[in-house]
């Protein structure tokens, strides 16, 4: 088992929310970043949270914006455990489910899709069926907006959390995408789309978030 659910584990439910959340604070103002993202998303809007992991942000995120609803998923057995009670009746969890999974299910087409922190944990070779994920989507729902956030490689700070997704979290195939290389892949694949980064970088570097659209 990794280090970060072992911790966890001896920490109990509620000590171990709060050392997530002071854990967390050293790589992201998860404040910065709901501020960042909420005026890409319009008004009543469908949210698809894809790997939401604790869900944690959306606390942020529903905070400014209770006028969303959100399916958040995420391939481990868990998700959105950090959701707090006020926001529950917002929220539909979908725990040991893929993107892929979401679409094969009659569910409804999300306005809206939100991958933050995934994709340096999708190895580069598998990341082409990730967007071609993203392309089915937005073919169904043609004004689909695509929002991802991630870390900028080439800081202490984004070694540092590359170090702790490797010892901590476990993940033994951790591999950072700078900026432009998230663009040209993203481009390459969806073929002509509108891309908007926001200031994210400016106030929280290394984290950066940018929204894609036709």
């Not at 584990?9 to 709060?18: M, V």
């Not at 998860?30 to 698809?48: C, E, G, Q």
């Not at 944690?56 to 969303?68: F, K, V």
């Not at 950072?176 to 929280?204: F, M, T």
């Amino acid at each position: 088992m990794a280090l970060g659910p072992t911790v966890r584990h001896l920490l109990g439910p509620r000590l171990a929310y709060i050392a997530s959340r002071r854990y967390r604070a050293i790589f992201v103002d998860l404040d910065a970043l709901a501020n960042a993202i909420a005026p890409w998303i319009p008004s009543n809007a469908h949210l698809l949270d894809v790997g939401g992991g604790d869900g944690d942000a959306l606390n942020y995120l529903l905070a400014q914006r209770p006028d969303l609803t959100v399916t958040t998923l995420d391939t481990a057995p868990v998700v959105g455990q950090y959701i707090a009670t006020h926001f529950e009746a917002q929220v539909i969890r979908l725990p040991k489910t893929t993107l892929a999974d979401y679409l094969r299910r009659d569910l409804p087409d999300p306005n809206v899709v939100l991958l933050s922190d995934v994709m340096h944990h999708v190895r580069p070779a598998e990341r082409p069926s990730l967007i071609h994920c993203l392309a089915t989507l937005l073919d169904r729902a043609p004004n689909l907006k695509i929002i991802i956030k991630d870390i900028e490689p080439g800081t202490w700070r984004a070694s540092l959390a590359r170090w702790t997704d490797y010892y901590i979290t476990g993940d033994k195939n951790v591999s950072p995408i700078a900026r432009n290389e998230l663009v040209a892949l993203i481009s390459g694949q969806l073929g002509p789309i509108r891309c908007e980064e926001s200031d994210l970088y400016r106030i929280d570097s290394p984290n950066y978030a940018i929204a894609f659209h036709r």
